[in-house]
């Protein structure tokens, strides 16, 4: 919808059904369900019944169908149906793992729905952008990225970047609607562009689908998986294991024909349930389900992963870049010290609650008399408030400028004061407040003219309001870059030079201030003549300034950082904070937080350095703690490609759209999900639900937990599969009758392989866990250890069944050489005891795999009930199967004694015992 009109923008409004002050609620649901929701349907989800069908198309498993065709059509209907049977089983545990893994991802998208900030009825309300409706009046800031096509209707400075729409990386100006002109391109914003400078208010026109981005996606019918470097591994291994499969089935159907004399049916059966049992054909799939349960509990503990991929990445990290500002800190900023009219003010109270005491603490007047500013009034014993009285005019100034020079708001919402925008803007309306100010009518009254936007390289904002009747400029910002500006200061209601002197001892007082982990800021003012009509009339706003005074604020550290940050440091992983906050501030936060033996970077020095300095100032030995303050978006992502230079595996935390380009180029960019900005969270690979430096190191554990526990469940299964072929092809060489058949062997695969294996990927983390220096992202799986280990446990577990399978063919009087068909019962009977060995063996061997070193005596097996829960039902599994008429006639089993049972039983556990003594010679090297 275009509307070609003029006397923009108040047609514009009444064509939209919308005004200046947004849409009313009885409009929005009309207009709801006209348009549908604000979102990009995506035109290639995997169908249920694709999903269904793909769990039959691996290469063993058309196979197996193709046997269990030729058993029927051979007249072997039952072996056909029991082949039928155990595919179709394997599919829909293959399709329950799948469809889990794509729930666990949708539902982690949700957590991820952006938000917009729209006034309806008059007010500012923070909504979910798919609640988005053409008429929509959107409230836009720097770092915003844009929810819905719209017409610009005022703006401020506004650039936004249109890369995704257009390729152009660089930033588009903005204009808004003319009352004397036609729409321009320039006059509108589309969704998924980024605002990357300045702020406005925009109509939206078009959501959902209706949108340039929308259009764009309706083409798009395909996008590609992402796969992690441990999956393409697997798949890799997983390749290499089948060609050697298809070998030994070739030798397998050769043996049984010309060694065994089978018929080729019986052989090509055989060769078939072999190969299904020795290529961990569900392995890919499997892991995907273990990552995914993985991200769905790091979800829960407040850290949303975006891609499978990343959790590998975490247990791999090795330095953390932080911010400081509600990361480490609660980003709940209280103003505790006004330095104004040369006195020193203590305020009271805590958070964003606007009532609060200021009390004045002055050379003259003693805190002990009691001087006190009670909203914007002196209370007080008698000389000491007429002394006071000549701070007003200078304190009055200093909240007017912390009201006006503000993009935050205060709503009162149930009770309780909440916060619309930063949270040190929201402090400073909290101090205006608590001088007796009402920021929300002051901010009525004395409407913005114009404004300079803040920005990370200036490091101060601007904004002109009409004040009975003169122009002022107010301008906040870090103090030095204040003080260098500013060429008077307010005192004793007029404005005196600003001498050097003076400045020295307001730069010693606000690093004294600094030192208590306050967050300064500092404030001027200025007189105009007129408003400026071009940028470089804009830019003398901030020429020649009068000092009015400084805030101190402070964000307490959370209390979970500390004990968060010692988990790191005790893993091995460096703690960079990177800030832009001033260095020691972010200093004394660190060390409230246990983090000592610091040194302090600042930005300036970095502009001096080139890439061979900071190389070799991060390599230095010993190193561990760094603060780098004052830095710039190119510092950030300087610092990280250095450290990935290194070899460092790096996640960085950032919330502002200056962090974009280093959270896109760390290994893990970590993004705020409370306080952060859409273009963070977009660049972003993780994002925090909390914002709490502890949910980093919290996912970091995670992070190596799964991928131990995938280590745990690769042992078992290739260790498993060794023990199966070793036991079938000593079997076939030695000349002896086949001590397993082709449906004991499916049945085997799928009686051990499948639930002790899923168990093992959810199995807790090892109490060392935190303890060990991080992996090298280098190293693979399937190392020289880590063969020759499940080697040797998966020929101890052959020889073990096949030990026990030629005893009872020797006590049931069978000589070497002499033939047995399968249905005789000297052969069902060692067959039953073999058949049972290999799964209770296996079932042992699955606490074998818990841990490389650990013994599993010393084990709480109790902390994993899934595995315990496994093994009952698969020992009921092979007790059924063994035990009941029904099974015996399917499988070709037969009854054991108690004998043999105990028997079974004790070689089973006796698995437990080579490992136990392979574990002590590896732990006393």
């Known amino acids: 919808m275009d509307i070609f009109i003029y006397g923009m923008p108040k047609n514009i409004y009444q064509q939209l059904g919308s005004s200046k002050q947004g849409l009313t609620h009885s409009k929005i649901s009309k207009l709801r369900q006209q348009y549908g929701p604000n979102e990009i349907v995506h035109q290639n989800k995997t169908s249920i019944f694709k999903m269904l069908l793909r769990q039959f198309t691996d290469l063993m498993v058309i196979i197996l169908l193709i046997a269990a065709g030729i058993s029927y059509f051979s007249g072997e209907t039952s072996d056909a149906i029991e082949i039928m049977a155990i595919v179709l089983l394997n599919g829909i545990i293959g399709f329950v793992q799948e469809f889990k893994a794509d729930k666990a991802i949708a539902a982690l998208q949700k957590m991820l729905t952006p938000h917009a900030r729209v006034r309806r009825n008059g007010r500012e309300e923070i909504i979910a952008a798919k609640d988005l409706v053409p008429g929509d009046l959107l409230v836009l800031a720097e770092g915003d990225a844009v929810p819905a096509d719209a017409y610009v209707v005022s703006e401020n400075e506004l650039a936004v970047q249109e890369a995704v729409l257009t390729g152009e990386s660089i930033p588009v100006t903005k204009d808004a609607l003319s009352t004397t002109s036609k729409i321009k391109d320039r006059q509108k914003i589309y969704m998924g562009t980024l605002v990357t400078h300045g702020q406005a208010t925009a109509v939206v026109f078009a959501t959902g689908m209706q949108t340039e981005f929308g259009k764009i996606a309706s083409l798009t019918s395909k996008t590609e998986k992402e796969h992690s470097p441990l999956q393409k591994e697997l798949k890799t291994i997983g390749i290499l294991v089948s060609k050697i499969t298809i070998v030994i089935s070739l030798l397998l159907i050769l043996g049984g024909i010309f060694l ?4 080729f049916l019986e052989t090509i059966m055989f060769a078939v349930s072999v190969a299904v049992a020795a290529v961990p054909e569900g392995l890919p799939a499997t892991i995907t389900i273990a990552l995914a349960l993985g991200v769905q509990k790091l979800a829960k503990q407040n850290a949303i992963v975006k891609k499978l991929s990343s959790v590998e990445t975490l247990g791999s990290t090795t330095v953390i870049c932080s911010d400081k500002t509600g990361t480490l800190t609660k980003n709940e900023m209280t ?18 609650e606007t009532e609060g005491v200021i009390e004045i603490v002055h050379p003259i007047i003693n805190k002990a008399n009691g001087t006190k500013l009670i909203n914007g009034n002196l209370v007080g014993g008698g000389q000491s408030v007429d002394q006071a009285q000549e701070l007003l005019p200078a304190l009055t100034l200093l909240a007017q400028a912390a009201a006006l020079n503000n993009n935050a708001r205060l709503i009162l919402k149930k009770g309780q004061v909440q916060i619309l925008g930063d949270p040190t803007e929201a402090a400073l309306l909290v101090m205006a407040e608590k001088n007796g100010l009402s920021t929300s009518k002051i901010v ?20 002109l309001q009409k004040i009975e009747g003169k122009l002022i400029s107010f301008t906040k910002g870090s103090p030095d870059q204040i003080l260098a500006i500013c060429k008077y200061i307010y005192l004793n209601g007029q404005k005196v030079p600003l001498t050097a002197a003076l400045k020295k001892k307001l730069k010693d007082h606000y690093e004294q201030m600094a030192q208590k982990a306050l967050r300064v800021l500092a404030f001027a003012y200025k007189e105009l003549e007129q408003v400026p009509q071009n940028k470089k009339e804009l830019a003398q706003m901030e020429e020649g300034l009068t000092l009015l005074g400084l805030a101190g604020m402070i964000d307490p550290p959370r209390e979970e950082v500390a004990a968060a940050c010692q988990q790191a440091l005790s893993a091995g992983i460096k703690i960079y904070i990177v800030t832009g906050d001033y260095g020691p501030t972010a200093a004394a936060i660190a060390k409230q937080i246990g983090l000592q033996d610091l040194e302090i970077v600042s930005g300036a020095e970095l502009d001096k350095w080139d890439d061979a300095k900071l190389s070799k100032f991060l390599k230095k030995e010993g190193r561990k703690n760094l603060v780098f303050a004052r830095v710039r978006a190119e510092h950030k992502r300087w610092i990280v490609d250095i450290l990935k230079k290194h070899g460092e595996i790096v996640a960085v935390t950032g919330d502002g759209v200056n962090d974009a380009p280093a959270l896109k180029r760390a290994d893990i960019g970590i993004a705020m999900g409370l306080s952060g900005t859409d273009v963070s969270r977009e660049a972003a690979n993780m994002v925090l639900a909390d914002d709490s430096f502890a949910s980093i190191v919290a996912a970091v554990r995670e992070g190596r937990r799964i991928y131990e526990n995938l280590k745990k469940f690769i042992f078992y299964i290739f260790s498993c599969n060794i023990g199966e072929l070793l036991t079938i092809f000593a079997g076939l ?22 639930l002790p294996a899923v168990a093992l990927g959810v199995d807790p983390a090892e109490k060392n866990i935190m303890q060990k220096a991080p992996r090298d992202p280098q190293s693979r799986i399937m190392n020289k250890g880590f063969i020759e280990r499940f080697v040797y446990l998966g020929t101890i577990m052959g020889l073990l069944t096949l030990g026990a399978y030629l005893g009872s063919l020797f006590l049931s009087g069978w000589q070497w050489g002499t033939a047995l068909a399968d249905d005789d019962f000297i052969h069902r009977h060692a067959s039953t005891i073999a058949f049972s060995l290999l799964v209770l063996i296996q079932i042992v061997n699955a606490y074998n795999s818990r841990s490389a070193e650990t013994s599993c005596f010393r084990m709480n ?47 089973s556990f006796s698995v437990l015992i080579f490992e136990e003594g392979r574990k002590l010679v590896a732990r006393s090297k």
């Open 444 to 463: 009525k009254e004395y409407p913005r003219l114009k404004e300079i936007p803040f920005d990370s390289d200036r490091k101060m904002m601007s904004t």
């Open 861 to 907: 097996h109790l902390k994993n009930p899934q595995l315990l829960g496994a093994s009952l039902i698969s020992i009921l599994m092979v007790i059924v199967m063994v035990e009941t008429p029904f099974m015996q006639r399917v499988l070709h089993t037969t009854h054991l004694s108690g004998m043999e049972w105990l028997t079974v039983i004790g070689l």
């Open 335 to 352: 103003v505790k010290e006004i330095w104004t009219n040369n006195y020193l003010l203590a305020v009271e109270g805590s958070g964003y």
């Open 733 to 754: 060489l030695l000349g002896m009758p086949a001590p397993l058949t082709a449906v004991l062997i499916l049945s085997i695969d799928l009686g051990t392989d499948v």
């Open 260 to 263: 065994q004399g089978k018929t």
